[in-house]
């Protein structure tokens, strides 16, 4: 059974780093094919793809965010995590991660609960 | 990057009938790599459909995908009480992935 897990800090202030980690079982991100996406859901808001990392370790950041993003994984401990800097009150919502798989391009199969993170002082 | 515009914004239909949901994307979705993703209060997203017509495992076979290029959509032959929720497009074509701004489907 495919189960991922999100944590990290509930709430940050403004122009604090968050660092958020999911950590998953059932599959190996060492495994060909395989990927891990951090997704975001402001409230009421529609879904938004942050980054995915690849079993390559190959990494795609969304454009909008990309100098703000850092995904990284350790496969050891079955966990990818991702950092934010800056952090803003426009980034209060909930950010999910998923597993990531497809032949030749790649969907959301199986999505952990989520965390809430709300930015404010 | 391809944006995806889902139609209606709110569908109210009752328990019983058969709802349509349209997502159009721009530019076309030439590989028909497009999934859809139910979404209930409090709850994350879940998988229906992938590659425009598969059906992810678990699936009730009254949920159907179909379209190409730019017009896709998402049946729901006959609607039972737990189908009631926001419903998401996205398409994986290219990168960067992205998402329609969903579909409320509520009960009328």
């Known amino acids: 059974q495919v189960t991922l897990k999100e944590s990290g800090p509930a709430l940050v202030k403004p122009t604090q780093t968050l660092t958020l980690t999911c950590t998953f079982s059932?599959?190996?991100?060492?495994?060909?094919?395989?990927?891990v996406s951090w997704v975001r859901q402001a409230p009421g808001k529609a879904l938004e793809c942050l980054a995915r990392?690849?079993?390559?370790?190959?990494?795609f950041y969304s454009a909008s965010l990309k100098t703000r993003l850092t995904i990284s994984k350790d496969t050891s401990k079955n966990q990818v995590v991702l950092t934010v800097t800056d952090m803003e009150p426009e980034d209060t919502g909930t950010y999910y991660c998923?597993?990531?798989?497809?032949?030749?391009?790649?969907?959301?199969?199986?999505w952990g609960k989520g965390t809430t993170v709300t930015v404010s002082s | 990057e391809i944006v995806l515009t889902q139609s209606p914004g709110t569908l109210s239909l009752s328990p019983g009938e058969r709802a349509t949901l349209s997502c159009r994307a721009s530019?076309?979705?030439?590989?028909?790599?497009l999934a859809w993703y139910q979404q209930k209060p409090g709850q994350a997203p879940r998988l229906l459909i992938y590659?425009?017509?598969s059906r992810a495992t678990g699936i009730p076979d009254r949920f159907s995908g179909s379209g190409s290029g730019t017009d896709f959509t998402l049946a729901i032959s006959r609607l039972e009480p737990e189908d009631f929720a926001v419903y998401y497009c996205?398409?994986?074509?290219?990168?960067?992935?992205?998402f329609g701004q969903g579909t409320r489907l509520e009960i009328k």
């Open positions: 998923a597993r990531m798989v497809g032949k030749y391009a790649y969907y959301m199969d199986v």
């Open positions: 059932g599959f190996s991100l060492s495994t060909v094919g395989m990927h």
């Open positions: 990392i690849d079993w390559d370790d190959d990494k």
């Open positions: 530019p076309s979705i030439s590989s028909g790599y």
């Open positions: 590659d425009a017509s």
């Open positions: 996205q398409q994986y074509n290219s990168s960067p992935t992205t």
